[in-house]
């Protein structure tokens, strides 16, 4: 009962700001008293007295390390007991002290997060994201094999780049002299071979290396390491449109996070004048948007490409998936737009582009028709074919039902399309918009002139031909029909008639039809001739108004 209210006494009346700092030495394991004053935003003697609170309640412990000059602030961490109240578990076992190095390097990787929190907006660097430890570390594998990378910590900051605002990511690394320059090159190493996998599926670019070390003399030590190390160019250019120039940098501030951020400390390389960290991560910036277009341009060609092979495939299998599809509307418009004025390569793929989500949707369908495993179209595919059916047949319409001067014409070449979209079809736009319009009644009444004409004086000449007895009992109907039966032609498209006009005692040779080229039957022998096309066009305004009331 006394253990339960000794706990209880640690966490009473224990305000806001208190659990802020926990929060804090939580998230960051080690922090220092300024670096606290720096984060909360409250004065001095306002986190001296809650340190103090928190520490006599067991929550919280210090330690002021040895200084070679002045003193040393006070380093702060969670106890077991605090750790326990912020987690809401309990932590494994350690020692009451933790070692000083760990305490040193603990604290400066914090700095450089207060220095980034603090000081970073002035100069145009806002920090979005950042992570410590394990937290930070990353496993990644590719063709070049597997490993891990295992950084102090991982910031990502935002920054104005020409402009616009830029994301940059770096993996920092800090440095007492504690490590040797060849596990520091060998950090180098891992990062540039993971650098292709773990920047496009984790990060919004290729995060940099940043080390923050003691001394200028090891800062050229160690990019004088990244020098000798960094791979030799090909002799042929990358096909690889992600290629990517990783960051490599280091400063000697690890004793003054606050200059890493705003002064001019960082170098890529040992010959280069210092410059920003601003200014460093800009170019990186830059370079990721130029990987990035490229990379768009490679997948848009990727998909144009599979695009161009779906409408292909659709094409060549287009009778077969019309038949399949169960659907007349649906049917309809996939012999229209394959087998029909869309028989064009560029106009065919470009139209393809425009309805890519049904051309895979049907393609997928069809495949699995053919495979034996699905046999009835989707839903979702036949309402689209149908909206696009019904989209394609009201243009058609309205092109005709607009009254155009082919229209006023009466233009003999216009029968056979009106009727097909009459009965509910589909024509070739073609067909739809004549270059030269024809007056149809003209081009009928000179045909019909000349062809009685024509009848009339062969009639007359056969009856004069005729002995008197057979010419009494002869009527004239009966042999200008028999004329008509055996020299009227008409044109099975345009319905247009014309006379034969073959000198008598020749074979019978096709005459091609004035309006549209075709080839001229005799009319006894052809076939159900297009409707006028004053009827065609009732009609299809009559399906206008029922397709566009079922909407």
């Not at 209880?8 to 220092?32: E, F, K, N, P, Y």
């Not at 410590?132 to 910590?153: F, K, L, N, V």
């Not at 490679?298 to 998909?303: I, K, S």
């Not at 549209?516 to 096309?533: K, S, T, Y």
Request: proline share 7%; aromatic share 6%; glycine share 6%.
């Amino acid at each position: 009962m006394n253990g339960g209210r000794s706990v209880a006494t640690r966490i009473d009346r224990l305000g806001a700001i208190d659990h802020d700092i926990l929060a804090l030495l939580q998230l960051h394991r080690v922090l220092t008293t300024p670096q606290l004053i720096t984060l909360t935003r409250r004065p001095e003697r306002t986190i001296d007295y809650r340190l103090s609170r928190l520490r006599e309640r067991s929550l919280v412990d210090r330690i002021r390390p040895y200084a070679a000059s002045g003193s040393a602030p006070f380093y702060w961490w969670l106890t077991r007991a605090g750790a326990r109240l912020v987690e809401g578990t309990s932590p494994a076992p350690g020692k009451g002290t933790p070692n000083p190095l760990f305490l040193r390097h603990t604290a400066a990787i914090a700095g450089l997060y207060v220095a980034l929190f603090d000081v970073g907006p002035s100069v145009g660097l806002t920090l979005s994201e950042w992570r410590r430890d394990e937290d930070a570390w990353e496993d990644w594998s590719g063709y070049r094999g597997t490993g891990r990378i295992r950084p102090d910590a991982y910031a990502e900051v935002h920054l104005d780049v020409d402009g616009h605002d830029g994301v940059a990511g770096a993996f920092v690394e800090v440095d007492f002299a504690t490590m040797d320059q060849a596990r520091l090159r060998a950090k180098v190493a891992r990062h540039r071979s993971c650098k292709d996998t773990i920047s496009w599926d984790r990060h919004p670019c290729c995060p940099a290396l940043l080390l923050v070390t003691t001394s200028e003399a090891r800062v050229n030590r160690f990019l004088a390491g990244v020098e000798k190390d960094r791979p030799r160019p090909s002799l042929y250019p990358s096909e690889n449109p992600a290629h990517y120039d990783e960051l490599v940098a280091a400063c000697a501030a690890v004793a003054s996070p606050e200059d890493a951020v705003i002064a001019p400390v960082w170098r890529q390389a040992v010959g280069d004048a210092p410059t920003t960290l601003s200014r460093l991560l800009a170019p990186d910036v830059r370079q990721y948007r130029q990987v990035v277009a490229l990379v768009e341009a490679a997948q848009r060609q990727h998909d144009e490409h599979r695009r161009r092979q779906l409408v292909h495939d659709l094409h060549r299998d287009a009778p077969a998936l019309a038949d399949a599809i169960g659907d007349e509307e649906s049917a309809a418009v996939i012999r229209y737009l394959f087998a029909g004025p869309l028989n064009v390569i560029n106009a065919r793929e470009r139209w393809g582009l425009e309805h890519l989500d049904l051309i895979e949707h049907t393609a997928r369908w069809w495949a699995e028709t053919k495979a034996g495993t699905r046999a009835a179209a989707p839903s979702s595919v036949l309402d689209a074919w149908r909206a696009l059916y019904r989209e394609c047949w009201t243009a058609q319409a309205d092109v005709l039902l607009s009254g155009n001067e082919a229209v006023r014409y009466d233009d003999p070449r216009l029968h056979q399309p009106a009727a097909a979209l009459a009965a509910g079809a589909l024509a070739d736009d073609r067909d739809l918009r004549p270059a030269s319009p024809i007056d149809g009644r003209a081009v009928v009444d000179e045909g019909m002139v000349r062809h009685e004409r024509r009848r009339s004086a062969s009639v007359t000449r056969a009856l004069r031909d005729l002995p008197l007895h057979r010419r009494l009992r002869t009527e004239r109907a009966d042999l200008e029909a028999a004329y008509d039966a055996e020299h009227l032609l008409v044109c099975p498209t345009c319905a247009v008639p014309c006379n034969d006009e073959e000198p008598p005692g020749r074979s019978y040779h096709a005459q091609a039809c004035r309006c549209c080229g075709g080839a001229l039957v005799r009319l006894v022998d052809a076939p159900e001739l297009p409707p006028p096309l004053a009827e065609s066009l009732e009609r299809i305004a009559a399906r206008r108004a029922r397709l566009l009331g079922g909407r």
